[in-house]
Protein backbone atom coordinates (compact mmCIF):
# COMPACT_ATOMS: atom_id res chain seq x y z
CA UNK A 1 0.00 0.00 0.00
CA UNK A 2 1.21 3.40 -0.67
CA UNK A 3 0.70 5.70 2.44
CA UNK A 4 -2.07 7.77 2.39
CA UNK A 5 -4.06 6.26 -1.15
CA UNK A 6 -5.30 3.48 -0.16
CA UNK A 7 -3.92 1.78 -3.11
CA UNK A 8 -1.29 -1.00 -3.61
CA UNK A 9 2.56 0.37 -5.39
CA UNK A 10 1.37 -1.88 -8.24
CA UNK A 11 -1.92 0.24 -9.18
CA UNK A 12 0.01 3.23 -8.95
CA UNK A 13 2.57 2.46 -11.61
CA UNK A 14 -0.72 2.15 -13.43
CA UNK A 15 -2.52 5.45 -12.63
CA UNK A 16 -3.17 7.37 -15.12
CA UNK A 17 -2.14 11.50 -15.08
CA UNK A 18 -5.00 14.70 -16.06
CA UNK A 19 -3.70 14.62 -19.90
CA UNK A 20 -4.41 10.71 -20.43
CA UNK A 21 -7.99 11.48 -18.53
CA UNK A 22 -8.62 13.94 -20.58
CA UNK A 23 -7.61 12.20 -24.02
CA UNK A 24 -10.00 9.36 -22.93
CA UNK A 25 -12.79 11.47 -22.39
CA UNK A 26 -12.10 14.07 -25.04
CA UNK A 27 -11.83 16.81 -22.91
CA UNK A 28 -9.86 19.69 -22.20
CA UNK A 29 -7.43 19.09 -19.15
CA UNK A 30 -8.39 22.14 -16.83
CA UNK A 31 -12.48 20.50 -17.07
CA UNK A 32 -11.09 17.14 -15.49
CA UNK A 33 -9.41 19.23 -12.66
CA UNK A 34 -12.88 21.05 -12.41
CA UNK A 35 -14.76 17.91 -12.45
CA UNK A 36 -11.96 16.57 -9.60
CA UNK A 37 -12.94 19.91 -7.53
CA UNK A 38 -16.77 18.72 -7.82
CA UNK A 39 -16.32 15.37 -6.84
CA UNK A 40 -17.64 14.17 -10.21
CA UNK A 41 -14.49 12.37 -10.55
CA UNK A 42 -12.10 10.28 -8.18
CA UNK A 43 -8.92 10.99 -7.69
CA UNK A 44 -5.33 10.37 -6.28
CA UNK A 45 -2.96 12.92 -4.68
CA UNK A 46 0.59 11.80 -5.14
CA UNK A 47 4.02 13.10 -4.41
CA UNK A 48 5.06 16.02 -3.19
CA UNK A 49 3.76 18.78 -5.41
CA UNK A 50 0.16 16.73 -5.10
CA UNK A 51 -0.39 15.81 -8.80
CA UNK A 52 -3.78 14.38 -9.44
CA UNK A 53 -3.76 10.44 -10.69
CA UNK A 54 -6.49 8.44 -11.35
CA UNK A 55 -6.98 4.54 -11.46
CA UNK A 56 -8.52 3.71 -14.83
CA UNK A 57 -11.26 1.55 -13.29
CA UNK A 58 -12.78 4.89 -11.98
CA UNK A 59 -12.38 6.72 -15.28
CA UNK A 60 -14.02 3.73 -17.24
CA UNK A 61 -16.67 3.66 -14.52
CA UNK A 62 -17.84 7.24 -15.25
CA UNK A 63 -17.84 6.53 -18.88
CA UNK A 64 -20.27 3.65 -18.26
CA UNK A 65 -22.03 5.63 -16.02
CA UNK A 66 -22.14 8.37 -18.73
CA UNK A 67 -23.56 5.86 -21.46
CA UNK A 68 -25.98 4.47 -18.97
CA UNK A 69 -27.79 7.53 -18.72
Known sequence: ??????????EVD?????????RLLYLHPNTVRQWCDRGLLKFYRLGTR???RFLRQDV????QVGKDK
Open 1 to 10: MVQGTGIAQT
Open 60 to 63: LTLI
Open 50 to 52: GDR
Open 14 to 22: RLLKVSEVA
